[in-house]
């Protein structure tokens, strides 16, 4: 395919290294998910479902970019653009916004209105999937990073009763461990 990260001076390791590990853990995510679907319950809810579409659609479209930056090594721009476009998918295609936050010490949540809501939510996404890129030059580190943030929103699902975003993160996490068995070298 061609995706190989070829050691230069900016590079940590000495030898060509394999790309698309993203792809990977996607590709075992998308199976793992097609495994449990028959035992889902017939009576999603609306609400749900809608969130697992925007969630696979915007996650695929991610995939789609990162495969062809490791493949092409995309702009800097190209990629800024592709992430906006994704993430404006997910917030105007699905209606899916941050729409509160927790007041930290406090017991309660502040409300958000949508003129706030959506530019935060696209900002998220795009930070996030950048944050990630930008710590992938070491192996395993953003796979251990992404493991971690995702067993921490596992838990904080579980703790609110949240069972289809706790199904996705449990999918999603036994997809990253995998790959970190095969990524340490």
Known sequence: ???VDVPNARKVHTRIMPRLGGLGIYLAFILG??????F???SLSARD???????????SMIVLIGALDDRF????KVKLLAQIAAACVVVFGFNITVDFVNIPFQDRYSMLESWVSIPLTIFWIVGVTNAINL???LDGL????SGIAISTILVMAILMGNTTVALLC??????????LFFNFH
Request: no cysteine.
């Open 135 to 137: 710590i992938d030059g």
């Open 73 to 76: 090594e995309l702009s800097a």
């Open 170 to 179: 449990l999918l999603l996490l036994g997809s990253i461990i995998g790959f």
């Open 49 to 59: 479902a809608n969130f697992m579409k925007a969630f696979l659609i915007g996650g």
């Open 1 to 3: 395919v061609g995706a």
């Open 142 to 145: 953003a796979a251990g990073v």
């Open 40 to 42: 889902l319950p017939d």
């Open 33 to 38: 998910l097609i495994a449990v679907l028959p």
